[in-house]
């Protein structure tokens, strides 16, 4: 009953994503390439944010949590939402899952090395979430800040059945009883709404089970790496390539296995937002605007920092929308934003309890450490320098520079948590350093694979000419 009740309910974010995306017009054909794919992944993750966007309004007109009230407006949605993605296209859906599902079969038209690779990789990926899911149901809730600062509030919230205010020591203390406590109670609800949706959806608490929406992201986080590179023209076993890299990745096993923490959903849809936004600049397609648009929301109501990853998407936009001077606009930015940090530095600033400061002496060592000898990231820092490298007359070049100009605010941003406020003290231990990197380590995945692709179209145009003399 329990299996039956989790996967019903479970396919609710699932199917009420799909159908916001598709009930938006997009002007290439239904059967391009990786579109099941990229709707099917962002589609949680845009699904899943929707659902907990419900339980708080919910929760805020004096609604108590339970599945009904939860699952049956959703599900109405969902129908009218299809409804009309059918009646504006009707049997576009049905011919894309045709042609993905005979592409599939065929390998996209691989053959010999490459056909091989490409079902090796299919089958690492199934034995892989597999495993994952084994993991997922049945280790309870275990990684510290998972129940310091998360689990905490899911649980409060499924016995109140709604939602309920959390403060710090000092105002726990002054309001008597009038709100709760946790080690991070200014976090956003969205996660801690999800384990509460499991619970209801299990009819207890389990701190097991409750869990799901992790491995979930993961899952949803492999499609959109295969659907958006294919959607911009990468190969299809170099989309599989990234949405194997992405998998693979030793931290990003672990926040599926050892579920709780926030990074790993936040990175999923980071790196949705920013495919999205590409999409959106490769095709100007509607559907990808507002995708690109929910899931920037989406960020800033996952984590606090967030809101600063949804920043750093702007200048991959003034990039597209202003191409002869959009790189002027975003260096100029660049520096008025060093100018910024430098003034505010003097003001001891606390910014999501960490102080801004102008000392400038970071762990550096330890940090080279964790991406380039430990084995957290696999040889992605090695791949990604090696790439750059490689690519570089054609990094700033219209194809690449939407996507350059986000990955490098991306590590400006992780250059000043760590090297000017009082989060560099944590590089040495090497654990919030590697969960604030994960934040962007799916998009560099992104950019190794579209910057190679561009490299090796470079290569193989230059060195053609002279064979065809």
């Keep these: 009953m329990d299996a039956s009740t989790l996967i019903a309910g479970n396919a609710l974010p699932w199917c009420l994503g799909i159908a916001f995306l598709l009930a938006f017009p997009r002007r290439s054909t239904a059967g391009g390439a990786g579109e099941v794919a990229w709707i099917a992944g962002a589609g949680y993750l845009v699904g899943a944010f929707l659902l907990t966007v419900w339980m708080r309004v919910l929760s805020l007109v004096g609604g108590k949590f339970a599945v009904l009230p939860i699952v049956a407006p959703l599900a109405a949605l969902t129908g009218v939402l299809l409804w009309l993605a059918w009646r504006r296209a009707p049997g576009d859906a049905a011919a894309a899952l045709r042609a993905a599902w005979h592409a599939l079969l065929r390998s996209p038209g691989l053959e010999g090395a490459a056909r091989a690779a490409w079902w090796g990789a299919l089958a690492w990926l199934a034995i892989r979430f597999t495993l994952l899911a084994v993991e997922v149901a049945t280790r309870p809730l275990y990684p510290w800040d998972a129940w310091t600062q998360w689990a905490t509030k899911a649980r409060v919230w ?47 608490w389990d701190d097991t089970l409750m869990n799901g929406s992790w491995w979930q992201t993961a899952l949803a986080l492999a499609l959109v ?25 030793p931290l990003a096993n672990t926040h599926v296995a050892l579920a709780g923490y926030a990074d790993l959903p936040l990175a999923a849809t980071y790196v949705a937002a920013a495919l999205a936004l590409l999409r959106w600049i490769a095709a100007r397609n509607v559907r990808d605007a507002v995708g690109a648009l929910v899931l920037a929301a989406a960020l800033t109501q996952i984590k606090n920092p967030g809101w600063f990853w949804a920043a750093t998407l702007v200048p991959g936009f003034i990039v597209a929308t202003w191409p002869r001077h959009g790189l002027r606009i975003v260096l100029a930015g660049f520096a008025a934003g060093a100018i910024l940090l430098v003034a505010l530095a003097r003001f001891q600033l606390r910014l999501f309890n960490y102080d801004l400061k102008l000392t400038y002496a970071p762990a550096w ?13 696999h040889l992605l820092w090695y791949g990604a320098l090696g790439v750059a490298c490689l690519a570089w007359r054609r990094l700033l070049e219209p194809g690449l520079a939407p996507l350059t100009t986000i990955v490098v605010a991306g590590l400006m941003f992780l250059f000043v948590v760590f090297g000017f406020t009082t989060a560099s003290y944590y590089i040495t231990d090497q654990t919030t350093v590697n969960r604030a990197t994960l934040h962007l380590a799916p998009l560099v995945v992104v950019f190794l694979i579209l910057a190679w692709q561009s490299f090796a179209e470079d290569w193989n145009a230059r060195h053609a000419q002279p064979a065809a003399a």
């Design 158 to 204: 499924y016995e109140l059945g709604g939602i309920a205010p959390f403060a710090r020591v000092t105002a726990w203390l002054a309001a008597n009883g009038g709100v709760y406590f946790d080690a991070s109670p200014e976090y956003p609800p969205t996660m801690p709404l999800l384990q509460v949706y499991q619970s209801l959806l299990l009819g207890r």
């Design 225 to 249: 790496m295969y659907g958006g590179l294919r959607s911009l023209r990468a190969s299809a076993l170099a989309a599989l390539a990234g949405a194997f890299l992405v998998s693979s990745l």
């Design 365 to 377: 060592g330890d940090l080279a450490e964790s991406y380039f000898l430990l084995g957290n990231w």
